[in-house]
């Protein structure tokens, strides 16, 4: 079987007519483009409906998901980013392809560390953005170590190895070259990877996000609304953030493209501005003051890492009455709500503009206003939070990946439980039998399953349609499916 890249998605990837998932729609012709680069050499592009082979998707957090799968056996998570040019370049570097999205590529297959004599160096040490040289006696411990390093990091940079006692990273950025100190682990030479690996500050993007929210380190903002500003203060914040480096990682950021990600940080949209995103546990830290100044951005990253500046959180009025089956739950009453209630809490977290969440409403309403008239219904909350405009309150310990996010909390405690079932009434309520503190017996009625039924039946007609082209439809239109 041929080096796979294969990507798990909700609904259609290609279809504009079900977007049930937006990213998924996004992705689609982007996909398109790399398979086509290529499928020539061996390399195939496939794709997994997991409304329709949830068997294959049970490791599926959120869509879309990519994975990589060699040879038909090992299995590794896509760490690239999303547009036709990056998936390609992600694969040229994990199996070793020479190409491109336009012209044809040959394979040139090598192992995961080089090696090097010594009038390799000079050239190897500008193959790529960020390059490793490890000086080594063949067979010491130290080349071993570093082996699995490289194994670790042989789809994001380059390695070499040259008989010597040392390690030296060579980079396209900041300092061309750092050397490690320090004794060779892999521990220690993968934090020493990921920290210098990463410039002081870069043009933050769709194409390189990824590589910053897996780092868990907090990200800086620095949003800037033209090149004058990005001049002015950018050299400015670069020494203010420099000596925290490895502690938290600094981003400029366009404001008239990506200006909208300023209010999911609880900064307002007034350039230039800073703000600091905790990520590990969604806690943001919007730059308040008048001026952005070195001392201040310096003073203010120090207090953030220390604890001494606090979060913001934004949250939505507390709804005044709730007279709705499905409750409503906002940032200011999450934890009075669920964690003093003294009762079973179900809670989904939602987007407005997702369609997976639009398609459970009605039976999320259902599922509430069944358990509001069964005896002892009142031992459970059955409640949702707009997670747009509300933030997950500090005494969660989990992000939010996908939408909708469905999690059970027992009365008395703070550990939250996944739901993993499908989005049916039924498996609502087998879940709240399994996991409820009183209410573990609870029936679907007859007509409740007749309906369920035809619910289900209607849903698989809609998504058979929807992947179906029409006779009437235009010849640009099947290109854009």
Not at 129 to 137: K, M
Not at 192 to 216: D, Q, R
Not at 342 to 358: I, Q, R, S, T
């Amino acid at each position: 079987m041929p080096h796979v890249l294969i990507v798990h998605y909700a609904n259609a990837i290609l279809t504009t007519i079900n977007v049930g998932c937006g990213h998924c729609k996004k992705l689609g012709p982007e996909f398109a483009k790399a398979a086509e680069a290529l499928d020539k050499e061996g390399v195939k592009l496939a794709q997994v409906d997991c409304t329709q082979a949830q068997d294959l998707c049970k490791h599926v957090k959120g869509y879309p998901t990519m994975e990589v799968r060699l040879n038909g056996n090992n299995t590794y998570p896509y760490k690239g980013g999303r547009s036709a040019e990056s998936i390609v370049e992600f694969m040229k570097k994990y199996l070793s392809l020479e190409c491109s999205i336009n012209i044809s590529f040959y394979r040139q297959i090598k192992p995961a560390v080089s090696q090097l004599t010594g009038d390799k160096v000079a050239e190897f040490t500008k193959s790529d953005n960020v390059v490793l040289l490890g000086y080594f006696q063949p067979g010491s411990a130290e080349e071993k170590e570093f082996q699995k390093v490289a194994e670790k990091f042989r789809n994001d940079y380059s390695f070499g190895s040259v008989k010597a006692p040392s390690v030296v990273l060579f980079k396209k950025f900041d300092e061309r070259f750092v050397p490690f100190e320090g004794k060779v682990t892999e521990e220690a030479l993968t934090n020493f990877v990921e920290t210098e690996s990463v410039p002081l500050m870069a043009e933050i993007g769709p194409e390189n996000y990824m590589k910053y929210f897996e780092s868990k380190l907090p990200l800086a903002y620095f949003f800037y609304g033209d090149d004058e500003q990005r001049n002015k203060y950018g050299p400015l914040i670069e020494e203010a953030v420099k000596e925290f480096k490895g502690k938290i990682n600094a981003v400029y950021i366009k404001a008239a493209q990506f200006g909208q990600h300023a209010e999911s940080l609880n900064l307002e949209k007034e350039w230039p501005g800073f703000v600091v995103h905790s990520m590990e546990k969604d806690l943001k830290y919007p730059f308040k003051e008048k001026e952005i100044t070195k001392d201040a951005i310096n003073k203010f990253v120090k207090g953030v890492l220390d604890g001494s500046i606090k979060a913001t959180f934004k949250s939505e009025p507390v709804p005044e009455k709730q007279d709705e089956p499905v409750k409503v739950i906002v940032h200011d009453n999450f934890d009075k709500t669920v964690f003093q209630s003294k009762k079973d809490v179900l809670v989904e977290f939602y987007a407005p503009w997702c369609g997976a969440c639009k398609n459970l409403a009605p039976v999320y309403d259902k599922l509430a206003a069944k358990y509001a008239k069964v005896k002892g219904g009142d031992s459970l909350i059955v409640a949702k939070m707009n997670a747009v405009a509300n933030d997950l309150p500090e005494s969660l310990n989990f992000e939010l990946r996908a939408y909708p996010t469905i999690k059970f909390f027992k009365a008395g405690s703070k550990e939250a439980i996944d739901y993993d079932g499908d989005h049916s009434l039924k498996a609502f309520v087998d879940f709240l039998n399994k996991h409820s503190t009183k209410l573990n017996n609870v029936q679907l009625e007859k007509a409740e399953l007749e309906e369920e039924e035809a619910r289900q039946q209607k849903a698989k007609e809609a998504r058979e349609k929807a992947r179906k082209p029409s006779e009437g439809d235009s010849k640009d239109s099947k290109e854009e499916l």
